[in-house]
């Protein structure tokens, strides 16, 4: 997909790519052919340009077609450069303006749980999204609600736009933080897939009537190493020559 555009936000798509095949193909309920089954478990993706990574996810899950990567940002695409949920099936809510997807998640949670819907809502933020009132409003709100069915990952990459999150507000430890208002958390290498299957279940199976956070440490276009070592990577540009190069790469180290 990125290819079709040249450029984009592959770097947070390459980070977070580990989190999305767990959460996909080891912890949600969901059915393909339905992807508004009642009954399934909600992905809220609250950093709507990293729409790029759940398409792949959609696509791999058999919920969206592989033949619309080449439309990807294209006009009248069903997977716009920022994720929209009324354009792309799979897609639960619209993100842009960050900070709100947690909100959103607290009340569908809340929702779920009134209905005595045992579905889980899962919502990925940004390290980013750490220095947003709107969030800590959130997670103050959850743990109220005692809202077990909510599970908040934390993509903690260190980047933004202008610089390293931890030179703008996020500047202390984050698991302490979530677990000081009463969240179940864990801190976990979001690059390491044993690590974040374990994780997964233990924030589904934990016992305690409390909202679950995991913050996933990841690496800004992890697998690709000549990418990984640019300076700035939030938005890239990959020349038409380098697609091939990273391609490669990734398939050499593909697992078996």
């Known amino acids: 997909m990125g290819e079709v555009q040249g450029q984009g936000y592959i770097g947070q798509a390459l980070g977070v790519a580990d989190v999305l095949a767990t959460s996909y193909f080891h912890a949600m309920t969901y059915r393909a052919d339905d992807p508004e089954w009642e009954g399934r478990d909600r992905f809220y993706l609250s950093i709507g340009h990293y729409a790029i990574a759940l398409y792949g996810a959609l696509i791999e899950a058999g919920i969206l077609p592989e033949d619309e990567i080449p439309t990807y940002g294209m006009d009248d695409s069903r997977m716009p450069m920022s994720g929209m949920a009324a354009y792309t099936p799979g897609m639960e809510i619209t993100g842009g303006s960050l900070g709100h997807g947690l909100g959103i998640a607290v009340g569908a949670a809340l929702g779920l749980k009134r209905k005595k819907n045992p579905a889980f809502v899962y919502n990925m933020l940004s390290d980013g999204e750490l220095g947003e009132g709107s ?21 903690f990459n260190n980047q933004q736009a202008d610089g390293p999150t931890r030179a703008a507000l996020a500047v202390g430890a984050e698991a302490p933080k979530w677990a000081a208002f009463g969240w179940y958390v864990q801190e976990v290498d979001g690059n390491d897939l044993e690590a974040l299957v374990a994780a997964f279940d233990n924030a589904r199976n934990h016992p305690a009537p409390c909202p679950r956070a995991i913050i996933c440490n990841t690496r800004m276009c992890k697998g ?7 300076e700035s990577n939030h938005f890239i540009r990959v020349e038409q020559d380098e697609w091939a190069k990273a391609l490669a790469i990734l398939d050499e180290d593909k697992p078996l």
Not at 145 to 155: E, G, P
Not at 224 to 230: I, S, Y
């Open 135 to 155: 969030t800590w409003e959130a997670v103050m709100s959850a743990v109220q609600w005692q809202l077990d069915n909510l599970i908040a990952i934390v993509d």
């Open 224 to 230: 690709v190493p000549f990418l990984e070592e640019r």
